[in-house]
Structures are given as C-alpha cells and as structure tokens.
C-alpha cells in the first residue's frame, strides 16, 4: 500500500505531469508533429490515470487507450526492425503484476490461457517449417503481445467495474484514429501519406481516385476492423449505461465510428457495421432498437461516400475484383490444407506458399494470404492450431452464456457479457472476409475472453457459485 501510495503521488501530481510533458516535446523533436501529440497527449492522459486509479490499473488502461497507436509510436532499429513503446509497456506492467500477485492463481484457474499456451507452442514449433522465419517470427511476436493482454486482464479484472472500465477505455481509443481518419480523408489525392501505412486506392463510378483512410494503423481493412469493434462494444456499454450522459457519450463513440469506417470504403466495414446493430438488436431484444437499425441502414445508404457506393455497385453486378480475388484465396488456403493437414505450414510459411507452389494466378488483387479468420489460422497452425482457436471461442461463449444469465444476481455481470457478445460478434462477422492478422484488433479480441472469463470465475461469479455448489453436494454425499 505505501509503495503504490508513493507511486500515486509521484505520478499522479499536475507538476509530474507538466514535467513529462515538457520532456516530451523537447524530445519529441526527432518524431513528426503527430507523433509528438500523441506522446504529450499521452503522458497528461498517463498521469491522470495513475493519479485516478493508482499506477498498476492507471498504466492498465493506457496500455488500452493506446492499443491503436502502436504504428505511429514506433521506431525502427537499424532501419529493419520496428519497436513499440506501448508493447515495452504492457510487458513492463505484467512483470510489476505478476511481482505484486504472483501467477499461480491465473495459471490454475484459467483453462483458456491453458489452450493459449498450445496455440504458442504450436507456433514456435511452425518456425522449424517457415520458408521466411522473419515473418514467422514477426507473426509469433504478435501473438505473445495478445497473449500479454490477455494475462493482465485476467491478473487486474476482477469485479464487473473493472471489466466495464476495461471496455470502455477500448470504446474511447477510437476517438484519436477516427479524428485523424478524418483529417487524412481531407487532404488531396496524392498527397504524402504517414510511412507506417499501406497505401491503397479506391474509385467511384467517374474513376475518380480517392485514398483510403489507414489513419494511424497499417492498412486500411485493419482500421475498418477496430473501427467496427470498438462500434459494436459501445452499443453494448450503452445498452446498459446508468446514466443519459454515459448513454450519450458512448453513442456519440458508436456515431463517430461509423463514420470512420466508412472512409476505409471496406465492403467488409460495411458487414462490420450491419453486424453491430443487428447483434445489438438480438441480444437486446428491444422494438427500440429495431427501428433505429432501420434508420441507421436508410442513413449508411444515404451518406454512403461515392467510393463505397462504386465498390458496393460493383460488387452487386458480379465485377468487383476484390470478390473474386477473395474466391482465389480461399481455393488456394484448401489446397495448403489439403496438403498440410495436421500442423500447417507455419506462421512463415503462409505467403511464400500462395506466392509459389499454391499459385493459380497473377493477378495482382490477390493477396498472398488467407482472407478469412479461421482459413488463416489453419493454414498456418493446420487443424490442430484450427481447434485450439476454435476452443478458446468456445470457451468464450460459455462464459458470456454463463454472464448473460446471470443477471438476477449481478446485473452488471450480464452488462458486461452483453457488451462482449456483441463486440465478438463483430470481430468474426467481419473476419470472416479479411484474416484477421493485427495485433491491436486480436488484442482486443484475447481482452474480451479473458475479461469473461476472469468475471465468471471470480468470488460471487456464476463460476465461483457452480464450483461451491458442486464441492458442497459432493460433501454431502460423502457424510
């Protein structure tokens, strides 16, 4: 308790937090002006946040508020490889949390961190097979850093305010990367582009270019895809907001992510977005909401940009390349499997096998990778990595399952299991069309199993109450 006290104290004072500022930007010189604003920025909101809830939970939730800026926060080392600060940090808190707490208890009681182990060893083993071990490497050190998410949600999370805190700093990191997709969707075709991204193209119906919006991740399908999360997890945290002011700012959230997402002119955003509100409308079950699903289906076709609108036109009359070079990917991620059935050929195996043995075309829409969620992971772990994946969702709906029905002892429980359930539901109805490979989207996905999870066996919750009320009926037996 002292040391956290004196922590508090050190971090948390406005004078801390003018100095880091000020050291920020006299450091800051180096990195380009955004860069710099997200580092001042960031260190007021750090401060804040230590002084709020203490410097464990405080770092906790920047790790989280920061969870998409990872890309322009990076540097390269020697020109070749890229380093992330806001990684350096959450693997520096895990230490400080498992010093604090040890990792007995979460190693114990969690089977789906059990199932994680698998999945990492699965990978490391792949990379014996990978044609490009820098890829399969790059590709195993994103799952650790899911995997360091998932340990300090399931080590901090423990009553359904902490859970719901959690959720809502990930419903507040899409205000930085909407605010700067919209400053990108102004600038003229042509102009320069941050290097951190993927520069893509899309047409209206004139053959008018317009770029689309990558904002502050790597490409924009990955930023249509957190956009789309972070949509349906704030319809989830408004459904059940305690007051009309939380219930206005997060729908403001859920508006201001709509209208990002519509920049990237994803049809796969498109999905993202319908899947939010319908998800919203089956786990809520509300006549309210069936109507504002059909107002916000007439407003996406209206304000629909020019761009989307091709694309989705296109898509319609059969002549979109993207769909057939989707169709292509999927005949090429059977054939590997086809092949490589038990164990895949690994995380650095993937694109060197749709780029050489497994190729059927040259056209250039074709990506050499799986444009599906489950495809990817099964080509690169084989059905054996496939399963475990697919255990981990399993024991996912599980818990929500057990949260959602929960409500007449704990309705905050089933508040946050309804938030999860529709932010899953999106991950997957979008990641179905895209693989699903960024780190900060994944991330957030490992966050909601072991937010269920942690809530469900926690003391009072329904996991804590099936394991005494079976430890007490076989007592009674034995006597």
């Known amino acids: 308790m002292i040391e956290r006290g004196v922590a508090r104290r050190a971090l948390g004072c406005p004078w801390a937090v003018f100095a880091v500022a000020i050291a920020a930007i006299a450091l800051g010189v180096a990195f380009a002006p955004f860069a710099v604003s997200l580092v001042v920025g960031g260190a007021a909101v750090a401060g804040f946040l230590v002084w709020r809830f203490g410097a464990i939970r405080g770092m906790w939730y920047l790790v989280l508020l920061t969870l998409p800026l990872k890309e322009p926060l990076s540097f390269?080392?020697?020109?070749?490889?890229?380093?992330?600060?806001?990684?350096f940090l959450a693997i520096i808190l895990l230490a400080a949390v498992i010093r604090r707490d040890g990792i007995a208890r979460p190693l114990r009681e969690s089977a789906s961190l059990r199932v994680i182990g698998a999945i990492m060893l699965l990978s490391l083993v792949g990379l014996y097979t990978a044609s490009n071990v820098f890829w399969g490497v790059a590709s195993v050190y994103r799952i650790v850093m899911q995997l360091v998410v998932f340990a300090l949600a399931a080590s901090i999370i423990r009553t359904p305010e902490d859970a719901l805190r959690a959720l809502a700093a990930v419903a507040a990191s899409l205000v930085v990367?909407?605010?700067?997709g919209f400053y990108q969707a102004s600038l003229p075709y042509g102009a320069p582009v941050p290097a951190w991204g993927y520069r893509a193209t899309a047409y209206d119906l004139r053959g008018t270019p317009f770029l689309r919006v990558f904002s502050t991740m790597d490409h924009p399908l990955h930023f249509s895809h957190y956009m789309s999360i972070a949509l349906g997890l704030s319809l989830g945290l408004a459904a059940g907001a305690r007051s009309a002011a939380r219930r206005g700012v997060l729908l403001a959230l859920a508006g201001l992510a709509v209208a990002a997402n519509l920049l990237t002119y994803s049809a796969s955003g498109v999905v993202g977005v319908l899947a939010s509100f319908?998800?919203?409308?089956?786990?809520?079950?509300?006549?309210?909401?069936?109507?504002?699903?059909?107002?916000a289906v007439i407003a996406l076709a209206v304000l629909a940009p020019p761009p989307l609108v091709a694309k989705l036109e296109r898509m319609l009359k059969g002549d979109a390349a993207t769909t057939a070079a989707r169709l292509v990917t999927y005949e090429q991620s059977f054939m590997i499997i086809r092949d490589h059935p038990l164990l895949g050929v690994g995380w650095g195996g993937i694109r060197s096998a749709m780029q050489g043995e497994y190729r059927i075309t040259r056209a250039d829409p074709v990506a050499y990778t799986a444009e599906n969620y489950f495809l990817q992971r099964a080509v690169a772990l084989g059905l054996v990595g496939l399963s475990l994946y697919v255990a981990l969702l399993v024991r996912f709906i599980r818990n929500v399952h057990a949260l959602r029905n929960d409500r007449s002892r704990s309705p905050d429980r089933a508040r946050v299991g309804t938030a999860l359930l529709i932010g899953a539901v999106v991950f997957f109805a979008q990641a179905q069309l895209i693989p699903a490979a960024n780190v900060s989207t994944n991330s957030v996905l490992w966050l909601f199993y072991a937010a269920a999870e942690a809530l469900r066996l926690a003391p009072g919750g329904p996991g804590a109450v099936e394991a005494s009320t079976a430890t007490a009926a076989g007592g009674g037996e034995a006597a």
Not at 76 to 87: C, F, K, L, N, R
Not at 177 to 180: D, F, K, S
Not at 278 to 295: C, G, H, I
Request: proline share 6%; hydrophobic share 60%.
């Open 76 to 87: 390269s080392i020697a020109g070749t490889v890229s380093a992330y600060p806001i990684d």
């Open 177 to 180: 990367p909407a605010l700067y």
């Open 278 to 295: 319908v998800a919203a409308v089956l786990a809520l079950r509300s006549r309210r909401l069936v109507a504002a699903l059909v107002a």
